[in-house]
Structures are given as C-alpha cells and as structure tokens.
C-alpha cells in the first residue's frame, strides 16, 4: 500500500512539474526550463506500468515496447542539453546535435538486435543504458563547475545563479542511477522497492522547491548576452592581446578605484560586470581586463573584497552594534547571510561574528 502511494506520488509529481516547466509561467530561464520538463516526462513515464496496473488492475509493461525503450534512453541526454542551456547563454543545440545521436543509434541497433534475434540482450541494454546516464550526469556535473567559475567573470552575487541545486540533484541522480542500475542487473525485472521510490519522491520534491525559486541566470538582452559569451571566451583563451595600454591600465585603475571608494556601486546586490563598465565609462571587455589582468582578480572577487573591507567596518563601529550580521551583510552589498559569511571568511579567516567580537574585546 505504501509503495503504491509513492509511485502515485513520484508520477503525478513529475508530470504536474513537467507542465509547470514546459509552459514556464514565470518566464525563467526558459530553454532550459523547457528541456528540464520534457526531461521529467520521460522520467515519469517509467512509473507508467505501476499507475496503470493500480487504475485498471491490468498488467502493462510500456518499457518492453520499442519505440517506448528507445524514446526513454534520451532522458540523461534531455537533462545535458538542459543544464547546456543553464549554463550557456544562446547555445546551440544543432552544433552537438551529431554527436548526441551516436549511442541513441548504437542503442537502436541493440532494440532491434534483442527483437529479432534469439539471444536475450536485456542485460546488454541495462548496462548500456547505466553507461549512458552516468556519461552524461557526468557531463553535466562537469559543465555546471566550469558554469561556477564563470560567472565569477561578470556577477558579484553568485549564490542565486550558480547551479547549486542542479549539482545536488546530479549528485543525487548518479546515486540513483547506479542503485537502480545494479537492482535491475541483480534482480532483473523485479520492481524498484519502498527505500528507492521514496529516494526518486525526495529527488523530485527536492527538484520541484529549487525549480520554482530559481532567478534568470544570464540578462536577457541580446546585447548583454553576447558580451557575457565574448567575455568567457576570452577568459578561456587567455587574453593574447593586450586590449588597453600600460598607461591606459593605471589610469583605468585609478579610475575604477575613485568610483568604488566614492560612490560605492557595491553596495547594490546586484551589481554585475555590465553595469560597472556604464559608471565608469568603458566598455565590459576593457573592465574585465582592466579587473583580471590589474588586479590579478575576476569581477566577483574584485567587488566582493570592497564589500568585505564596507563590512569589517561596519562590524568595528560600535554605533553599529545594533544591526545583526544578517543587517551588516545587506547594508555592505551582500544579498545573502550565506555568501557573505563565506566570502568574509576566506578574505579574513574569520567568520563576521569572530571579527565582531575581537574588535568589541570580548
């Protein structure tokens, strides 16, 4: 009875959330929103069997049909070409599209083998469907930490955008994945148990709190976008030519130094690459060299030690003894009690409250 309400629960989960992703009423981040949901009616459909056989007390295998096994095996490869999409502003889908298509054909050519010759290739598929999604789970890992760092090149408040919650689902799918994958190689066509379907409920619940609070990674300016690409582009190769003078960097840097100190752009959250460069007057590509290359910095580290410097103040000052640290944090820029704890620790090696109380004596 328990199993059967988790499975309810994982299928209609999974549908309500494919449809809130797929027609995206919030208008977030929407390529990859979309991806994610088709992603999740695959996955819903492999409680198929289970929520027909409880409506209609009839028994139906829809996994053992061949266009059904085979539309299931893009599952990992939706949810690649959705973290793509998170983490990339304008990609592009047709330029990967070949080589995508390589294991779904080697996997046909196993459907069809297993349907028309004698030998029974089950075990063959199972492994090299457990192959395939950890390859691209993997995959995804990996683009989501190069998405990381980044983003570091033209956001100062990272905590909302860096993909955090799609790292622990991967982390959390990779486990399935292989559970799962052994169960079915160990004890063949058995259904998956209690412990494994409340952990796919959990993962789904887990999926469904992240989704619906998520932010727009990148602008969604055109303009601004393709500045986000060039900029990432060049951080990647290695800047080879020197985009301003020597003497152009110094004043560049006196410059940007008397904008910070005077007006405090930091102070504002959301203070990104885009908009700094249009108080000082130039454009990104010159700031984030001026920014890497001057001060041996990315963006996000440039800002954030300005901020940190604004706190320890604000900390030292007993007239400000009345503001929590969480007060402190929003007033010197930071948009959460998280980044900045983290940020002002590994600028300090201490936490805001040990600076506090040193400089109260205590």
């Known amino acids: 009875m328990i199993l059967n309400l988790i499975e309810v629960l994982v299928f209609s989960s ?3 959330l494919s449809f809130i ?17 088709w992603l999740l009616l695959l996955w819903a459909s492999y409680w198929f069997d289970e929520v027909y056989s409880l409506v209609t007390n009839e028994q139906i295998q829809i996994s053992t049909f061949f266009v059904v096994a085979f ?11 959705s973290v793509c999409h998170f ?3 304008a990609y592009k889908l047709k330029k990967d599209l070949p080589n995508f298509l390589i294991l779904p054909f080697v996997y046909l050519l196993i459907l069809i083998s297993d349907k028309f010759l004698p030998a029974n290739l089950y075990l063959l598929q199972l492994i090299f469907v457990l192959i395939h999604a950890l390859l691209f789970t993997t995959l995804s890992f990996i683009r989501i930490r190069k998405h990381q760092s980044n983003i570091q090149q033209f956001a100062s408040s990272t905590q909302e955008i860096n ?4 790292e622990y689902i991967i982390l959390a799918m990779i486990s399935l994945v292989f559970i799962v994958g052994v169960f079915n190689i160990v004890f063949f066509e058995l259904p998956l148990n209690v412990f494994m379907n409340a952990m796919v409920l959990l993962v ?10 998520q932010k727009e990674i990148f602008p969604k300016n055109n303009v601004m976008v393709q500045q986000v690409i ?9 800047p080879k030519r020197q985009i301003v003078t020597d003497n152009q960097m110094e004043e560049l840097k006196y410059q940007l130094d008397e904008l910070m100190m005077r007006d405090e752009p930091y102070l504002n959250s959301e203070l990104n690459l885009i908009k700094l460069a249009e108080l000082l007057g130039v454009t990104s590509h010159q700031l984030s ?9 990315n963006f996000f580290q440039f800002v954030n030690r300005f901020r940190v410097e604004k706190a320890k103040l604000m900390l030292s000052d007993k007239e400000n003894n009345k503001l929590s640290i969480l007060g402190v944090a929003f007033e010197s820029g930071f948009s959460s009690k998280t980044s900045f704890n983290t940020t002002f620790k590994k600028l300090t090696e201490q936490t805001p409250s040990e600076y506090k109380k040193k400089c109260s004596g205590l």
Not at 163 to 166: D, Q, S
Not at 204 to 213: A, C, G, W
Not at 289 to 297: H, L, S, T
């Open 14 to 16: 999974l549908l309500l």
């Open 21 to 37: 992703l797929v027609t995206n009423p919030m208008k977030v981040n929407i390529k990859a929103n979309r991806w994610f949901g």
């Open 71 to 81: 539309i299931q095996f893009f599952t990992p490869l939706l949810f690649f070409i």
């Open 87 to 89: 983490t990339t502003p």
């Open 163 to 166: 993909l955090n919650w799609l």
């Open 204 to 213: 789904v619940l887990f999926i469904t709190y992240n989704s619906l609070k």
């Open 230 to 238: 060039d900029i990432n582009e060049e951080i990647e190769e290695v």
């Open 289 to 297: 060299y001026v920014i890497n290359q001057g001060y041996n910095e």
